[in-house]
């Protein structure tokens, strides 16, 4: 990014480039400089003079700026000086080298839909950050934190892949003041409380959470209409229609999961962001929707290289290249053998074998990814639900074994759920997926299943499913690390 020759000097710092201008401050990249060549690039917020020169704001603002340079965590973007400079209220921030969720779903969206695992991902990041602020006291006194314009706008992506929501308090000391008109176009993301000018706490940052996350996964706004009217309107009534109506991949729980967060009444939601962010957790295990600071910065590079510049002409032609974001899917992997000569002599080839099983996959929606002399490796996308399609997978895995055992052979498998990164035009990840993440995962079960002539799955996939399991044990793999292991059947 270049630098003008002549910034503009701005008390010690100087302004570099503006950001953006908003219905409070205009915001500029600036550089800080000190002794020995010392440089530190952050953010400036300056307030526009209208509202700076108003008494009963600036003292608000003051107040609120304070409490948020308090606020120290990872996922909040830390508030380094509130200052005056000729006449001009203004906050230094950090700067966070990326782009907003806004401007990442907007762009993502002419790609495909916005991956579940990160859009859960990006708020349960949300959630620590507003956990840590909603429970913040100084001097041994609560703070009573309410943030007050949770929204796409305000939640940070760096391209390391971290999350950090900023603008803590900023708008609460307009809303305190009455001058709405500072967060226009926010009606959207408000609570109803909010727009009903009732007192607020952190429940209402939970509800606006719950309308940035429906909008990631559905790619429709929730509350948003023609005019503010009729937007403050629809957030009164919070009629939310089903996600899944939108996008049928979503769960239920899922689905239960936002309904709850986005209850029109307040007793009716999470109590706090420890609760909510505990039961996504949950859902996050549950589903195999795990991604990773890793995985969203790739998805950054991936919009960004895939979508630069893209035009009208060419946004059909991209769309089809979805980016390459993790995919819940259930691999399983398996292995006839025949039995010692001594017991008995295969009753089928292993091509007869092969057939029954291609067969049984197919009417089980598996695609067979890998296919070897009586080996197999099959995989399911989940698109119906996770806990669906483990129980399919492990139902179909026990089903093979019949078959297998049926035809002379013993059968050794074993089933990984997991998370893979599935190209749209070759249906595979990327170079080197065969040994990686479930793909290994599974094999190495298939191996030690050899050993034991059972289905073997993981702990995560043992919650799946309705057939009895039993804990095989804490089993080492690869060095110091160790895996809960299960066996079925």
Request: a neutral charge.
């Amino acid at each position: 990014m270049s630098t003008p020759a002549n910034p503009e000097v701005f008390g010690q710092y100087y302004l570099l480039e503006k950001i953006a201008t908003g219905g409070m401050a205009e915001v500029y990249r600036a550089r800080l400089e000190g002794a020995m060549g010392f440089e530190k690039i952050l953010v400036i917020k300056r307030i526009l003079d209208t509202l700076a020169k108003d008494d009963e704001f600036k003292e608000l603002f003051q107040t609120e700026a304070k409490i948020a340079a308090l606020l120290s965590h990872v996922n909040i973007v830390q508030v380094f000086e509130l200052g005056e400079f000729n006449g001009s209220l203004y906050i230094a921030m950090e700067h966070v080298n990326g782009i907003d969720l806004a401007r990442l779903a907007s762009r993502a969206r002419a790609l495909g839909e916005f991956p579940v695992p990160l859009a859960l991902f990006i708020v349960g990041e949300v959630l620590r950050a507003l956990q840590f602020a909603h429970s913040a006291e100084h001097d041994g006194k609560p703070l009573h934190v309410v943030h007050c314009d949770i929204s796409p706008q305000n939640v940070l992506l760096s391209h390391a892949g971290e999350v950090k929501l900023t603008d803590f308090g900023i708008s609460r000391a307009a809303i305190q003041q009455g001058n709405q008109d500072v967060i226009r176009g926010k009606y959207a993301y408000m609570s109803p409380e909010q727009v009903e000018a009732r007192p607020l706490d952190g429940r209402s940052d939970l509800f606006s959470l719950g309308i940035v996350l429906y909008e990631l996964l559905t790619g429709r706004r929730l509350f948003k209409a023609r005019n503010r009217d009729e937007t403050l309107a629809r957030v009164r009534r919070a009629e939310v229609p089903s996600p899944r109506g939108f996008r049928p991949e979503i769960s239920e729980d899922l689905e239960e999961f936002l309904l709850k967060t986005l209850s029109r009444l307040r007793d009716d939601r999470w109590a706090n962001a420890t609760e909510m962010y505990d039961a996504l957790a949950q859902l996050i295990v549950r589903e195999g929707h795990r991604a990773t600071n890793n995985d969203l910065a790739g998805f950054l590079r991936e919009v960004s290289e895939q979508l630069p510049t893209a035009s009208p002409a060419n946004r059909d032609t991209l769309a089809m290249r979805k980016p390459l974001a993790p995919t819940p899917i259930v691999v399983v992997a398996m292995e006839a053998s025949p039995p010692p000569r001594s017991l008995a002599s295969p009753r089928v080839s292993l091509a007869s074998l092969a057939n029954e099983w291609t067969g049984m996959i197919a009417e089980a929606d598996g695609e067979i990814w890998e296919h070897g002399e009586g080996s197999m490796l099959v995989c399911w996308t989940v698109n119906s639900g996770f806990r669906e399609t483990v129980g399919r997978a492990v139902r179909t895995a026990l089903a093979l074994r019949r078959a297998t055992t049926n035809a002379g052979y013993r059968l050794s498998v074993g089933v990984a759920p997991g998370v893979a990164r599935i190209q749209s035009d070759t249906h595979r990840p990327g170079e080197g997926w065969e040994l990686a993440g479930p793909f290994y995962l599974a094999r190495w079960m298939m191996n030690l299943s050899a050993h034991r002539s059972r289905v073997l799955l993981t702990e995560v996939g043992a919650r799946q499913v309705e057939e009895g399991t039993s804990a095989l044990g804490r089993i080492p793999i690869q060095g110091n690390k160790y895996i809960n292991l299960y066996e079925v059947g």
